[in-house]
């Protein structure tokens, strides 16, 4: 997935509009510190939120959301 960075935005926005409106004001931070990860982002969102969704005990932080893991073959970790 390679969207240009305002459908990137675009996407995060929609994404929190369902799931935690009150996120959509880091959407532009994500944009700016993972902008060829788009893939990774959606992929953890998606799980954060699932968790979220299954046990109400899960609380989500900007930290939680800003801790994309590194790619598996980055070397960073």
């Not at 994500?30 to 959606?42: D, G, L, W």
């Not at 954060?48 to 930290?63: C, P, Q, S």
Request: glycine share 4%; aromatic share 10%.
């Amino acid at each position: 997935m390679k969207y240009p960075k305002d459908l990137y935005e675009q996407k995060l926005n929609e994404f929190f509009d369902r799931h935690d409106p009150e996120k959509k004001s880091i959407t532009k931070e994500i944009v700016a510190r993972f902008p060829e990860r788009q893939e990774e982002v959606f992929n953890h969102l998606t799980a954060l939120y699932a968790k979220r969704e299954g046990t109400e005990e899960f609380v989500i932080t900007n930290d939680s959301i800003l801790s994309v893991p590194t790619d598996p073959n980055s070397g960073v970790g």
